[in-house]
């Protein structure tokens, strides 16, 4: 089965919200982006970037114990080849602004169109 899943690497899906993992898991099946991680607990993705390879990352900047805010700077830092994906409720251009800056692929703002989502993810 895994030889049939795209992309090789997986996209690692990261929100503490379950109805928005599931929501873009089905978003991206549906444009044949089958290969996903999906992380609720943002104490996990350190371990997991340890673990495996990546294609790419969506992040939400809003969750408890660790943020977004503070993953991007550590993820960037440590595996600067894995395009990371802000998605995130907030619309501030200032958080956009930093987060580009700290080297982020991309921004987006929920809710997220699924063909903006899609067409993201396979520019990552």
């Not at 993953?71 to 894995?82: A, G, R, S, T, V």
């Amino acid at each position: 089965m895994d030889d049939l899943e795209f992309p090789q690497n997986p996209v690692l899906i990261v929100d503490d919200e379950d109805n928005i993992l599931r929501s873009f898991k089905v978003i991206l099946d549906s444009a044949k982006i089958t290969n996903t991680v999906l992380c609720r607990d943002s104490r996990d993705v350190l371990p997991l970037l340890k673990e495996k390879e990546f294609e790419a990352i969506l992040l939400d900047l809003t969750m408890p114990h660790i943020s977004g805010q503070e993953l991007l700077p550590q993820i960037i830092l440590n595996y600067p080849k894995i395009p990371v994906i802000i998605i995130t409720g907030n619309m501030e251009v200032e958080t956009a602004v930093t987060c580009m800056q700290e080297g982020a692929f991309d921004y987006m703002v929920k809710p997220v169109e699924e063909k903006r989502l899609v067409s993201g993810v396979q520019r990552a």
